[in-house]
């Protein structure tokens, strides 16, 4: 069982260039999201969906755009990358709101 | 606004003995409550929930207490191990909103 699975887990890229955090669950789970996370601080909402073909904006939604056609993937893409958007990535999911999240290992980017 | 904090950035323990990590939250209709373990370089691993019709609930060597009166949240880990390092998050939402809010996160570290 894999879980919840994220690529790439490292990423550089410069400032302006655009790309695709991918993100894809196995559990069938309803409920995804993906979260921002800077040094020494919790857990930012980007955007979030409670299933296929529904998607809407966390605290901090500026920058990033996402879709959900399948149950299993959730992307989220990097219009124009900036280095405020340095970062680490995480995406989770979970059956609902209420019961327990499952995390991804996170993606780690730098835009320079 | 709605938030969820925490008292203390890092708590330091010995081995063995009992560990309480507190955390405050400022939503008088928040009715859910998670804990999280976050290892370095890893995505946040869920520990235990509460529900708001609850006081306390226990799982294997911890607990969470809950004090609806003061809002406030607590973790208790029971004989603290190596192991047990790392950032613990608390987190909460409510009837209606479609979304988790994180504290900023507690650092615990485990002396041998």
């Known amino acids: 069982n894999a879980g919840v699975t994220q690529t790439p887990k490292f990423q550089v890229l410069k400032t302006g260039q655009s790309m695709t955090l991918q993100c894809a669950q196995d559990?069938?789970?309803?409920?995804m999201s993906w979260y921002r996370q800077d040094p020494g601080m919790g857990l930012r909402l980007i955007h979030y969906?409670?299933?296929?073909?529904?998607?809407d904006q966390g605290e901090v939604p500026n920058g990033y755009n996402v879709s959900r056609s399948t149950t299993e993937d959730f992307p989220l893409r990097l219009l124009s990358a900036a280095p405020s958007q340095t970062s680490v990535y995480f995406c989770?999911?979970?059956?609902?709101?209420?019961?327990?999240?499952?995390f991804g290992q996170g993606t780690r980017l730098t835009v320079v | 606004g709605e938030s969820v904090g925490l008292h203390l950035p890092t708590l330091s323990v010995q081995e063995g003995d009992n560990s309480i990590i507190n955390c405050a939250y400022s939503n008088s209709a928040s009715d859910y409550f998670i804990w999280y373990k976050q290892e370095s370089g890893k995505g946040p691993q869920f520990i235990i929930d509460i529900r708001s019709n609850m006081d306390k609930r226990q799982g294997q060597r911890v607990t969470v207490l809950l004090n609806k009166t003061v809002k406030h949240l607590s973790l208790q880990i029971a004989a603290t191990q190596p192991g047990d390092s790392a950032v613990y998050f608390c987190a909460e939402t409510s009837t209606g909103r479609r979304a988790l809010t994180f504290g900023s996160g507690t650092r615990l570290q485990v002396q041998p």
């Open positions: 969906s409670v299933g296929a073909g529904i998607t």
């Open positions: 989770a999911s979970s059956q609902t709101l209420y019961t327990e999240a499952f």
């Open positions: 559990m069938n789970h309803e409920y």
